[in-house]
Antibody, heavy 119, light 107 residues
Framework: QVTLKESGPALVKPTQTLTLTCTFS??????????VAWIRQPPGKALEWLAR???????VYSTSLKTRLTISKDTSKNQVGLTMTNMDPIDTATYYC???????????WGQGTMVTVSS | DIQMTQSPSSLSASVGDRVTITCRAS??????LNWYQQKPGKAPELLIY???SLQSGVPSRFSGSGSGTDFTLTISSLQPEDFATYFC?????????FGQGTRVEVK
């Protein structure tokens, strides 16, 4: 059974850099065709796709946020990370990581981690 | 970016009702359309992929249809556990984009 779990700070200050980690269980990140995405959801609002990392290290970012985002992986820890610079209160949201299936859908999600940006 | 527009934004229905939710893309996405269900405080769950394929474990009362720019999610007989918010998402182009959601409430 494949599971994902996000971790990171619950509170960050404006202008700080957010660092999140997504830990995979039940599958190795070195497995062929493993693809992972980060998605966020402000309270009461819609889902917003942020970034994707493919098994071949291809990285794709949100058009509007690409200057602030970096997606990475640590295969030794079976983790995918996301950093977002220059955090603002508008970035307050629940951040999810999700596996991308062979049919290009988000078929397995982590539980999400709520991040509040406030001074 | 491809814009995804769902309608209605919310609806009220009763157990046993047939419910239909519509999703429209700003350009053709062929059948690269997925549907998710989200309950309060929980992560979304995949219901339908490539417009009409039922994800493993999802009840058969859920179905999807459409191609090009217009898509539909149908719940044939609403069950108590189906009261939730539903999102469509296109997988045709990057960046991937979601609809704004449709909340299905108890009538």
């Amino acid at each position: 059974q494949v599971t994902l779990k996000e971790s990171g700070p619950a509170l960050v200050k404006p202008t700080q850099t957010l660092t999140l980690t997504c830990t995979f269980s039940g599958i190795s990140l070195t497995s062929s065709e493993v693809r992972v995405a980060w998605i966020r959801q402000p309270p009461g609002k819609a889902l917003e796709w942020l970034a994707r990392l493919d098994w071949n290290d291809d990285r794709v970012y949100s058009t509007s946020l690409k200057t602030r985002l970096t997606i990475s992986k640590d295969t030794s820890k079976n983790q995918v990370g996301l950093t977002m610079t220059n955090m603002d209160p508008i970035d307050t949201a629940t951040y999810y990581c999700a596996r991308i299936s062979r049919k290009d859908a988000f078929d397995i999600w982590g539980q999400g981690t709520m991040v509040t940006v406030s001074s | 970016d491809i814009q995804m527009t769902q309608s209605p934004s919310s609806l009220s229905a009763s157990v046993g009702d047939r419910v239909t939710i519509t999703c429209r893309a700003s350009q053709s996405i062929y059948t690269y359309l997925n549907w998710y269900q989200q309950k309060p405080g929980k992560a979304p769950e995949l219901l339908i992929y490539v417009a009409s394929s039922l994800q493993s474990g999802v009840p058969s009362r859920f179905s999807g249809s459409g191609s090009g720019t217009d898509f539909t999610l149908t719940i044939s007989s609403l069950q108590p556990e189906d009261f939730a918010t539903y999102f469509c998402q296109q997988s045709h182009s990057t960046p991937r984009t979601f609809g704004q959601g449709t909340r299905v409430e108890v009538k």
